[in-house]
């Protein structure tokens, strides 16, 4: 199926644009404030799709939202689980800063699943397979990332439009039928420029989605369908983390995961998705915050601001 993808025109747009910025100064990224809202999302609990936890998670995002005075929209639509609540109403938010131009290549796209998974499926032990997890890192070290990257935009309104996509219903996915997982990016790409959906596939330079960023002994290469699919994007991004320095972040072939970034990249758009995928309590009862660190989600946030900050 990914053979059909659709040619990335937009790239060009990207790389040819002018800086937006010039001479501005960079903003600070803060790995402790986004650890921080790392433990409080764990702390209301497992946001399953449809659950308290979950609804109580977009309410925090779109509250935060409007107090900063950036644009906010939900996304909202009736759907089937695969497990966990069934039907249920999935919330994509969309956080909007910067310049509301919408014209071709004049958006950046970062993105994250709000939710966690249902079930503990890979836990080693069998007891506690039909729990829920934390999802400290997968999920909520994404969503750190991009809450304090909220703060950071209202404050220093960058001179390029940002759009911050939090996705629902990346997790609740039956094993080994991939179209059961990322449920809300498949919507959210499928009804671009609807009228409950803001965002216009030509607006936008690049995608970046960041799932499981947050593992303390960080190790991300550059994932299969992002290379395979969005090359010279993917290769952009990695080149500014070597740049940088951050030692988290390897320009080496990484394995292809089907994540929040490859229904964007069936529409054409350039996306890529930085993803630790060794993490040994993938889906356990051990993905806790003591499982991670604020200095990788410090090392994600430095890429994000250089990115947004000297495009």
């Not at 404030?33 to 497992?46: D, I, W």
């Not at 996304?75 to 109403?89: C, D, I, L, Y």
């Not at 969309?94 to 079930?119: C, K, M, N, Q």
């Not at 309590?281 to 915050?289: I, R």
Request: proline share 7%.
């Amino acid at each position: 199926m990914y053979s059909k993808f659709k040619s990335v025109v937009l790239l060009a747009i990207f790389f040819t644009l002018p800086s937006l910025v010039g001479a501005a100064q960079i903003p600070d990224f803060s790995g402790q404030e986004a650890m921080e809202f790392l433990v409080t999302q764990c702390e209301l609990g497992p946001r399953i799709p449809g659950s308290e936890a979950n609804l109580a998670l977009r309410n925090l995002i779109v509250s935060k939202a409007r107090k900063l005075k950036l644009s906010v929209t939900v996304h909202a639509f009736q759907t089937e689980m695969p497990m966990g609540n069934s039907p249920v109403e999935l919330g994509n938010i969309i956080v909007s800063a910067g310049e509301r131009d919408f014209s071709p290549g004049t958006r950046f796209w970062l993105g994250a699943h709000y939710d966690t998974r249902p079930i503990s499926d890979r836990d080693p032990d069998p007891g506690n397979h039909s729990k829920s997890i934390d999802g400290a890192n997968d999920g909520a070290s994404g969503v750190a990332v991009l809450w304090h990257l909220m703060d950071i935009l209202a404050e220093n309104p960058p001179s390029m439009g940002v759009d911050l996509l939090f996705f629902d219903g990346e997790d609740s996915g039956t094993s080994g039928q991939l179209n059961s997982f990322c449920i809300g990016s498949q919507k959210l790409a499928s009804t671009m420029g609807d009228f409950d959906n803001p965002l216009e596939a030509a607006s936008c330079r690049g995608l970046i989605v960041l799932d499981m960023i947050g593992d303390k002994d960080l190790f991300v290469p550059m994932e299969g369908y992002s290379l395979r699919n969005a090359p010279e994007f993917t290769r952009f991004i990695f080149q500014r983390a070597v740049n940088l320095g951050l030692p988290g972040f390897s320009m080496t072939p990484g394995r292809a995961v089907f994540d929040d970034h490859v229904p964007f990249l069936q529409q054409g758009i350039p996306a890529v998705d930085l993803i630790d995928f060794d993490y040994s309590v993938w889906h356990t009862q051990g993905d806790v915050p003591s499982a991670c660190s604020p200095a990788s989600l410090q090392q994600v946030g430095d890429l994000l601001i250089d990115v947004i900050y000297r495009p």
